[in-house]
C-alpha cells in the first residue's frame, strides 16, 4: 500500500491498511478471507482497557458510594463507545487510516504531533507502572512505612534472583521481549485471551473473600451513596472521573485492531462487546473489592492485599491468587500498550521513512529493545512515581479518549457531524475538562498537605 500523504507527512500505519474482504500481509500483499477474528479483536481490545486501571475502581466506589459509581462506571462506558464510534466514522470519511492521521486532517502536523505525543506519554507512563507493579507483587515493596514482602519471598525466601533488579530482568528477558516481539497485535489474542480470564479470576477470588468476610462479620454492609462532609469532600467526587476515563482508554489500538480484522466494518461491535465486558469487570471488582475492605480501601487495592490480616489457609491462598493473577495479567497487558507506544516513537522519530515498521527488521529491533531497557531502568530506578502517573490520567489519558475525539466531531473537516454529534462531542469535551481540572487541582492540594 502507498503511503498516505497527510499535513505534510508520510502515513504509513504498522502494517498496510486492509480491505473488508482480505488482510494484508507483512509483504504488502494480501491473503483473502484471512485475517483477524472477531472474537480475537475483541480479547484484544479488551485487554488494552483492562490494565492497571482495575485497581483503582473500589476506591473511586468508596469515594461515590456503590450506587453512583456503577452508574458513573455506565456512563463512563457509553461515552467511551462514542468517542470511538466518531474516531472510526470521521477515518472512514477522510483518507487516512490511523488515529494520528484523522488528526492530522482535522488540525494539520500540529495536532498530530499533540496527538502522538499524549500517546507516548500515556503508554510510557502506564508500561512504566505496570513494570512497577509486577516487582510489587513479586518482590514486595515499602507502602506506609511498612515492608510488603513479595510472592517469591513468601514461597522461597530472600534469595539473589528474586530481589526486585533480578525478577524484573528475568521477566523482561523471559517473558515480556517474546511478547513485545510479534508485529501483529492479532498474534497476541491468545495472550489477551488468558490475561482476560486472569482478570476474571482476580473478581472471584476478590468475591470470595468479600462473601466470607461478610458472613463472618469481619466487614461491613457498604455505603450506598456518598458521604458529603464539606467543600474538599465535594472536590473529591470530581477526581473519580479522569481515573475511569483512564480505565476505558483504549482509543490508542483501535485503529491497529482495525487494520488487521478480516471485516473492518465489525470494529465498532468490537468496542462495544468489549466495552460491554470490561463494564462489568470493573463494576463486580468495584463492588467486591469495597465490599471486602469497606472504608479502608485504599487508592491502589493491591496494597489492601497486601496488608491483608485473615490468616486462615483459604483467605491465605485467595490472596495469593489475586496477587498472582493480576501480576500475570499486567504482564499480558503490556505488549499491547507497548504496541501503539512503539507505532508513536516510530512516527516521532522517523517522520520521512517511508517504509512499514514491521518491514523493517533493524529499526523495528532497535525500538523494541530500547524501549523495553528505557521501561526497565526506570522500574528499578524510580519505584515511587504514582504521583506523575496520576497527573498524566487526568491529562493526556482523558485528552485521547475524550477531548481530541470531541473536538475532531467540531471541526468537522469533512462535514458530516450532525446536531447529536455536536451536542455528545460539546459534553465529553465540558466533562472531561472540568473534572481533570478539579482532580488536578485536588492531586495539587493533597500533595501540599503531605508535604
Not at 502507498?2 to 500483499?29: I, N, W
Amino acid at each position: 500500500m502507498a503511503p498516505v500523504q497527510q499535513g505534510g507527512k508520510l502515513e504509513a500505519p504498522l502494517l498496510p491498511r486492509a480491505a473488508d474482504d482480505g488482510v494484508a500481509t507483512c509483504s504488502g500483499g494480501r491473503v483473502d478471507g484471512e485475517g483477524a477474528s472477531f472474537q480475537g479483536a475483541v480479547l484484544n481490545l479488551s485487554t488494552t482497557i483492562i490494565g492497571a486501571g482495575i485497581m483503582s475502581i473500589p476506591a473511586t466506589v468508596k469515594v461515590l458510594g456503590v450506587v453512583p459509581a456503577l452508574l458513573v462506571i455506565l456512563v463512563v462506558a457509553f461515552l467511551s463507545d462514542v468517542s470511538i464510534e466518531f474516531l472510526l466514522r470521521f477515518t472512514d470519511a477522510g483518507t487516512s487510516t490511523s488515529y494520528s492521521g484523522v488528526m492530522s486532517e482535522s488540525f494539520g502536523r500540529l495536532g498530530r504531533l499533540i496527538l502522538q505525543m499524549c500517546v507516548a506519554i500515556t503508554t510510557m507512563g502506564t508500561t512504566t507502572v505496570y513494570l512497577i507493579i509486577i516487582g510489587d507483587v513479586l518482590s514486595g515493596c515499602m507502602s506506609e512505612g511498612s515492608v510488603n514482602v513479595g510472592l517469591l519471598q513468601e514461597w522461597f525466601g530472600t534469595r539473589w534472583w528474586n530481589t526486585r533488579e533480578w525478577a524484573l530482568l528475568f521477566t523482561c528477558l523471559l517473558v515480556l521481549l517474546p511478547l513485545v516481539s510479534f508485529r501483529r497485535v492479532d498474534s497476541l489474542k491468545f495472550s489477551s485471551g488468558l490475561s482476560v480470564l486472569l482478570a476474571v479470576v482476580f473478581v472471584l477470588a476478590s468475591a470470595a473473600m468479600a462473601l466470607m468476610a461478610l458472613f463472618t462479620g469481619r466487614t461491613e454492609k457498604p455505603r450506598l451513596f456518598p458521604k458529603i462532609t464539606d467543600q474538599s469532600s465535594v472536590f473529591k467526587l470530581f477526581t473519580t472521573m479522569p481515573v475511569l476515563v483512564s480505565a476505558f482508554t483504549c482509543h490508542f489500538n483501535v485503529h491497529h485492531i482495525k487494520i488487521e480484522l478480516r471485516k473492518p466494518s465489525q470494529m465498532n461491535a468490537v468496542a462495544r462487546s468489549s466495552l460491554l465486558l470490561c463494564t462489568i469487570i470493573y463494576g463486580a471488582t468495584g463492588f467486591f473489592g469495597y465490599l471486602l475492605f469497606g472504608e479502608e480501601t485504599m487508592g491502589d487495592i493491591l496494597s489492601n492485599f497486601n496488608a491483608y490480616s485473615d490468616s486462615s489457609p483459604l483467605s491465605v491462598l485467595l490472596k495469593d491468587v489475586v496477587r498472582l493473577s493480576y501480576a500475570v495479567h499486567l504482564m499480558l497487558v503490556f505488549p499491547l500498550l507497548n504496541f501503539s507506544l512503539r507505532i508513536n516513537i516510530d512516527e516521532l522519530l522517523f517522520v520521512k521513512v517511508k517504509k512499514p515498521l514491521a518491514l523493517d527488521t533493524r529499526r523495528f529491533g532497535i525500538i523494541t529493545v530500547s524501549l523495553l531497557a528505557s521501561i526497565y531502568l526506570i522500574a528499578i530506578s524510580i519505584p515511587t512515581i504514582w504521583i506523575v502517573f496520576q497527573f498524566i490520567g487526568s491529562t493526556t489519558a482523558v485528552s485521547i479518549a475524550f477531548i481530541f475525539p470531541g473536538a475532531i466531531v467540531l471541526r468537522d473537516v469533512n462535514n458530516i457531524s450532525r446536531r447529536r454529534d455536536m451536542m455528545l462531542a460539546t459534553t465529553m469535551i465540558v466533562v472531561a475538562a472540568t473534572s481533570s481540572i478539579i482532580a488536578i487541582t485536588s492531586n495539587v492540594m493533597d500533595f501540599t498537605k503531605k508535604s
